[in-house]
């Protein structure tokens, strides 16, 4: 059983928002760091964005103003509210976290969604 599962992709315009949510299947999300990351085609996986178990935020350059991570815990969700979306955006995006109590970064996830894709276009 996949730990990590994230819904919400699709195809949208340049413009447009959408919101993904990744749901954790095991544990509680809110003991854990998770982290919003992208694979877009012929591109290296980059982290997005991260919340950690303390409720800090941090953000890729990019994505700054445009992009928010939050999580709520009655629900075990973690979602990524994604704005004025650019074809640069398009991508697989993936849910990632942290063993319990770890900290953000991609060198830190523990468990991993199997991603889903969000596609920006006219």
């Known amino acids: 059983q996949v730990p990590l599962v994230e819904s919400g992709g699709g195809l949208v315009q340049p413009g447009g928002s959408l919101r993904l949510s990744c749901e954790g299947s095991?544990?509680?999300?809110?003991?854990?760091?998770v982290g919003w990351f992208r694979q877009g085609p012929g591109k290296e996986r980059e982290e997005v964005a991260c919340?950690?178990?303390?409720?800090?935020?941090s953000y890729e350059d990019s994505v700054k103003e445009r992009f928010t991570i939050s999580r709520d815990s009655a629900k075990n969700l973690v979602y990524l509210q994604m704005n004025n979306l650019k074809s640069d955006d398009t991508a697989v995006y993936y849910c990632?976290?942290?063993?319990?109590?770890?900290?953000?970064?991609?060198?830190?996830?523990?468990?991993w969604g199997k991603g889903t894709l969000v596609t920006v276009s006219s």
């Open positions: 919340l950690t178990f303390t409720d800090r935020t």
């Open positions: 990632a976290s942290s063993e319990r109590w770890g900290p953000c970064g991609q060198t830190h996830m523990a468990y």
């Open positions: 095991e544990f509680t999300l809110s003991d854990f760091s």
